[in-house]
């Protein structure tokens, strides 16, 4: 089965090839381009600006998906596209060339959650470039979702059922530390320069708050926590790379404390037998390091496991895994010509 699928949702315009055989996924293509560096002048994505930007770039990027993957149009069987959540005028331009590619090859569109795809990147397991296996799952499954948008612990029960156990009740994790970084002047995103100045810095020189750690349910908050930086960074007698790295150091041990507390506790309440990571912040390798050391100390049962880095940021690769899990379930595939992008969509 050869599956096309579009990824629109934020700042990268992506599309993706694979061919799904016995078990095994192929990456004929997997192409991505991003608008990272005209959204930082701005320290953050301008949403009139994805659009215009996904319109330029869809039908290039989808030329080159052909190209590369080698493949006629009309071989494709399926087409898989992000309809939500995200930024609206981003996903309708992807949502519009899937139905337009539907349309013109006659060929099925399935509708993909975008956290579906960050979830389901979890299944592959790397057995040599471009080929990856899928997991055969043990269910019940917690995923901790950490990406610009969301911070949410979904709880599956077996492929394709979601229940949100927990999620923030203000910013998303990935944001603060987008926000976090802007606060210090860095560039944008910010989570991968916060993540290598805290490698440098001492995590407990300035106090700040772990917000909702002793709250009871799985729920999480950061707004409080940025503030709590912005203060700290507007009392500090100057702000040279030292101070930079010591607040870097001490929110991201804050932030990844709750992170990890939280997932653990929901991780035991529902007996899972797999804890993942999904989304932009799980390329975080002290997150990594830390989920994985509190189970192997404490729930060593537990199975502890990581997307392949390539896919933990945006793109349309994980979009078709989604996509070959909505097939398999023999869904009733939406009516290609009703479907429309949704900014809310919610895991269900
Ligand atoms: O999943 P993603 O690519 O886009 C959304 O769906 O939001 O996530 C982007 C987010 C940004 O907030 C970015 O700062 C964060 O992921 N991020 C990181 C790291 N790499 C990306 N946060 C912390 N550490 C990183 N290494
Ligand atoms: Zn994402």
């Not at 995923?143 to 911070?151: D, Q, W």
């Not at 949410?152 to 910013?171: P, R």
Request: hydrophobic residues 45%; glycine residues 8%.
């Amino acid at each position: 089965m050869i599956i096309l699928s579009i990824e629109t949702s934020c700042d990268e315009t992506a599309a993706a090839i694979v061919r799904v055989k016995g078990g095994k996924v192929e990456v004929l293509s997997d192409i991505v381009s991003s608008q990272i560096k005209m959204h930082s002048r701005y320290g953050g994505v301008v949403p009139q600006l994805a659009a215009r930007a996904h319109l330029r770039n869809m039908v290039p990027v989808l030329e080159k998906a052909f190209r590369k993957a080698g493949v006629p149009k009309n071989k494709i069987d399926y087409i898989a596209v992000t309809k939500g959540p995200g930024l609206i005028p981003a996903l309708m331009i992807g949502v519009n060339a899937a139905k337009a590619l539907a349309f013109t090859l006659d060929k099925p569109l399935i509708p993909v959650n975008h956290l579906e795809g960050h979830i389901y990147a979890n299944w592959l397991f790397k057995e040599e470039s471009d080929l990856y296996s899928l997991k055969k799952m043990k269910f019940p499954v917690l995923c901790l979702i950490v990406s610009g948008g969301h911070t949410q612990l979904v709880l599956m029960k077996e492929n394709m059922k979601f229940k949100i156990v927990g999620e923030t009740v203000d910013d998303a994790v990935g944001e603060a530390f987008d926000k976090v970084a802007k606060i210090l002047g860095l560039g944008y995103p910010g989570g991968p320069l916060i993540e290598k100045l805290a490698k440098e810095g001492d995590a407990g020189k300035i106090s700040l708050p772990r917000p909702m750690i002793g709250s009871g349910d799985f729920n999480f908050s950061f707004s409080g926590l940025k503030t709590a930086v912005l203060y700290a960074s507007q009392k500090a007698e100057k702000i040279d790379e030292k101070y930079q790295r010591d607040i870097a150091a001490s929110f991201q041990a804050v932030a990844l404390d709750v992170l990890v507390s939280k997932t653990f506790k929901a991780a035991k309440k529902y007996k899972v037998k797999n804890v993942f990571l999904g989304g932009g912040v799980s390329a975080n390798k002290a997150l990594r390091k830390a989920l994985k050391n509190k189970f192997e100390k404490e729930l060593p049962e537990v199975g502890v496991a990581f997307p392949p880095f390539k896919f933990t940021t945006d793109n349309a690769f994980m979009i078709a895994i989604a996509g070959y899990y909505h097939i398999l379930q023999d869904e009733k595939i939406e009516d290609w010509k009703k479907l429309s992008a949704d900014m809310n969509l919610r895991l269900k």
